[in-house]
């Protein structure tokens, strides 16, 4: 059992790693579990008086579908996530899916802020349009920049080979993916993982929360200025609304400002049973929110607000443990992610429209991809001429 837990899961259990599940889906780029338990002990605010389980997820496509396909191929496993909730049906048993669907609806908090640093992609997508990058920059890299006239034969056949194997990876990429123009983040950054924050808001204050959140706007939104961000989410838990059940109402003795993020970090070692991400890397990233007096102004209606305290004192203790982290491209950077988007976008043009047909053309896109991959993280032409200029001055 301890060599082959996947076999003896669907063997025995009839189930496979939930995981694997969840890959097979392909809708979602995230998800986490959460145990709230009693809420974040805020200074001030009363405690509550009910445990309760939080589950967050970034998806690709709209929500029906989403919906759908999660219950559809998730079965038990749904069960084993909520089974213990109060009013859950008795799902999956016969003739409990409608059941099933009034107690999500009941239970599902209304977003008032969403941000996406790549619209419309499934985590296919994404996937793919690495892939692809990898490939094609190998090759650039590993051909010789000068060649001989009879190179040109060996460098249509290499590259379709290249094309050959790439197949499934050429799909398009819509011009929305790429519209956003998100800041980066830190060169160093390994992966993204993500937090969830809940913070009290002050008595009467829930209506004027909510109304700054939406006011962000979403193709506006200035998260776009917190770099490394992939997802962000603003939502009010209203505690008269939130959880409500026709049959069986439980209120919450405070409303919270909820707060979901997934961004870059050095997370190369963090292990998805985690159940906390790493403090330091939650302090780092708030502080980016912090420089944006956009985003600092959501919180000032929360319990423990102060105008001269710094953000990270304030959230970091908000962030609540998770039990199931699943991230689909957890291994890829923000930066990974834009670059090879613009790759590919770039590679299906001119391979659709006979751009890359002779050693030639061949030959000068491979060039053109060795410049961008030598010059990764420069935004503007000056910043090149000051680099450039730099190198010169050292080498003299």
Same mark, same amino acid.
């Given at each position: 059992m301890t060599r082959r837990p996947a076999w003896i899961t669907r063997g025995f259990a009839g189930r496979e790693p939930g995981g694997l599940t969840l890959k097979r889906l392909n809708i979602l780029h995230s998800a986490t579990w959460l145990r709230a338990g009693r809420f974040p002990a805020i200074e001030g605010c009363p405690p509550e008086t009910h445990p309760w389980v939080l589950f967050c997820s970034n998806f690709a496509g709209p929500w029906d579908p989403y919906r759908q396909a999660f219950l559809d191929v998730q079965g038990k496993g749904v069960r084993t996530m909520w089974g213990t909730s109060i009013g859950f049906p008795k799902f999956p048993g016969r003739g409990s899916r409608y059941e099933l669907e009034d107690w999500v609806q009941y239970r599902l908090p209304q977003t008032d802020h969403y941000y996406r640093a790549y619209p419309g992609l499934?985590?296919? /997508? $994404?996937?793919?349009a690495v892939r692809l990058a990898k490939e094609v920059e190998a090759l650039a890299f590993s051909w010789p920049a000068a060649r001989c006239? /009879? +190179?040109?034969q060996a460098l249509r056949c290499t590259f379709e080979r290249l094309v050959t194997r790439v197949q499934d990876c050429l799909g398009g990429v819509? /011009?929305?993916?790429?519209? $956003?123009k998100p800041t980066l983040g830190?060169? @160093?950054? @390994?992966?993204?993982?993500n937090f969830v924050s809940l913070m009290p808001i002050l008595p009467g204050r829930e209506r004027r929360v909510r109304a700054k959140a939406q006011a962000l706007g979403s193709d506006t939104s200035p998260f776009r200025a917190v770099p490394g961000t992939h997802f962000a989410r603003l939502a009010v838990l209203d505690r008269r609304t939130?959880?409500?059940h026709p049959r069986q109402t439980v209120t919450m003795r405070n409303s919270w400002l909820l707060f979901a993020v997934d961004f870059d970090g050095e997370f190369a070692d963090e292990e998805p049973a985690a159940r906390r991400m790493n403090g330091g890397e939650i302090r780092r990233y708030l502080r980016a929110v912090d420089d944006v007096p956009v985003l600092r102004d959501m919180w000032c209606d929360c319990f423990g607000f102060r105008s001269h305290a710094a953000l990270e004192d304030l959230l970091e203790p908000s962030v609540i443990e998770r039990f199931v982290l699943f991230r689909d491209h957890g291994d890829t950077t923000l930066a990974e992610i834009i670059s090879a988007l613009k790759l590919k976008q770039r590679f299906v043009s001119l391979l659709g429209?006979?751009?890359?047909? @002779?050693? +030639? &053309?061949?030959?000068?896109?491979?060039?053109? $991809?060795?410049? &961008? $991959?030598?010059w990764p993280q420069l935004r503007t032409a000056d910043e090149r001429y000051l680099v450039t200029n730099s190198s010169q001055f050292h080498g003299a």
């Open positions: 499934s985590p296919n /997508d $994404v996937r793919s006239e /009879d +190179d040109g819509p /011009d929305e993916a790429l519209r $956003v830190l060169p @160093t950054a @390994t992966g993204m993982s939130a959880a409500f429209s006979g751009g890359l047909e @002779t050693a +030639d &053309q061949i030959e000068r896109y491979l060039a053109e $991809v060795r410049n &961008q $991959v030598r």
